[in-house]
């Protein structure tokens, strides 16, 4: 993916913050995730007044209220098949979650897995794992600082091969391929189960039946299924 617009459409994040975020992210690219993954996606700013620049371009909308039940954000794909993610400020705050983090996180995903169609066979445990480059380590207290916002970490490819030797994350608190950090989570799929989620819950006061963040469509579980089908 060569570039992503971050629009604000939100009533509760001003230009500014989404601005700063924006090129927090920039910045998080070229020193972070284009090294771990081999990417260099120009992100864009594109505020509440402005109508057309966004168009053509694979989408993050920063919103108010999640649409989608028990998510803080996700991401999926337009009909024209662009990428399109969605952060809801309004409901980040409800929760407590930070709206910076929210973005990064879809942002992440998005450019791994651009089309949700990606998946990665776990053969210890014998399921299909969603190819989700923040969902391991998604708690805000898991984010980096970049210029005074709260950044999502993320998962590096090692991850999801238990060959692989370490480090699997960018923040080093993960010590082998598909661990969970608190308030992590991962999406498998099983033969005789069909889709699941395992949830690492947070511990002490900050433990909560918070929304997640991440992309639970319907569009890609059914991807998902024809692969299966077609493995076997």
């Known amino acids: 993916m060569h570039s992503v617009k971050v629009l604000n459409r939100s009533s509760v994040v001003t230009d500014d913050e989404v601005h700063g975020t924006t090129e927090a992210l ?8 284009r090294s771990a993954w081999g990417v260099n996606t120009q992100i864009g700013f594109v505020g509440k007044n402005d109508q057309e620049s966004w ?6 909308v920063v919103l108010d209220t999640s649409d989608e039940a028990n998510a803080l954000g996700y991401h999926d794909f337009t009909p024209e ?54 969902d391991a380590v998604e708690a805000d207290e898991l984010a980096i600082d970049v210029n005074g916002f709260a950044i999502s970490s993320f998962v590096f490819p090692s991850y999801f091969s238990r060959t692989a030797k370490g480090p699997f994350d960018l923040g080093g608190v993960l010590s082998a391929a598909f661990q969970l950090a608190e308030g992590g989570y991962e999406s498998y799929w099983t033969s005789n189960g069909g889709w699941q989620q395992n949830v690492k819950r947070e511990s002490g006061p900050a433990a909560s039946d918070r929304p997640k963040v991440g992309s639970r469509r319907e569009r890609r579980r059914s991807a998902y299924h024809e692969l299966q089908r077609s493995i076997d």
Request: charged fraction near 20%.
């Open 81 to 134: 098949g662009l990428p399109l993610g969605k952060a809801f400020a309004k409901t980040d705050q409800q929760y407590g979650a930070k709206v910076s983090v929210t973005i990064a996180h879809e942002l992440w995903e998005m450019i791994v897995d651009p089309q949700i169609n990606l998946c990665v066979e776990d053969d210890a445990r014998r399921v299909f794992v969603a190819y989700e480059s923040a």
């Open 55 to 60: 168009r053509g371009h694979p989408n993050l």
């Open 26 to 33: 920039q910045q998080a690219m070229h020193e972070h995730f």
